[in-house]
C-alpha cells in the first residue's frame, strides 16, 4: 500500500486534549483506518473468490453439456456411415 497521510488535529483540540492524548488519538485513528483497509480487501477479496468460482461452475457445466451432446453426436453419426459404406462399398 502506499502512504497515507492522515491530516494532524487542529491546535484547539492539541490543546484541548493535551499531547498524550492527540497521539494516542492519532494512533488509534492510524489503527481503526488500517484495520478497515484491511478488513475491505478481505470481504472484496471474498467476494471475488466466490465470483469466480460460480462463474467457474458454470464454464464447467457447459463444457459438460457440449462434450455430452458432441460425444453423443460422433457415436449416433458411426452405424449412420458403416450402413451407408456396407450399401455402396
Known amino acids: ?3 497515507e497521510i492522515l491530516p494532524r488535529p487542529s ?3 492539541r490543546a484541548t486534549l493535551g499531547q498524550e492524548a492527540t497521539e494516542n488519538l492519532e494512533e488509534y485513528v492510524q ?3 488500517r484495520f478497515e483497509n484491511k478488513t475491505m480487501t478481505e470481504l472484496l477479496f471474498e467476494k471475488f ?3 469466480i468460482l460460480e462463474e467457474v461452475g458454470k464454464v464447467r457445466k457447459e463444457i459438460h453439456s457440449q462434450t ?3 460425444l453423443a453426436a460422433i457415436f449416433g453419426a ?3 456411415y458403416m450402413a451407408i459404406y ?3 462399398g
Open 1 to 3: 500500500m502506499g502512504l
Open 11 to 13: 491546535k484547539k483540540l
Open 31 to 33: 489503527k481503526m483506518t
Open 49 to 51: 473468490e466466490r465470483r
Open 68 to 70: 455430452k451432446w458432441v
Open 78 to 80: 458411426v452405424p449412420f
Open 86 to 88: 456396407k450399401l455402396f
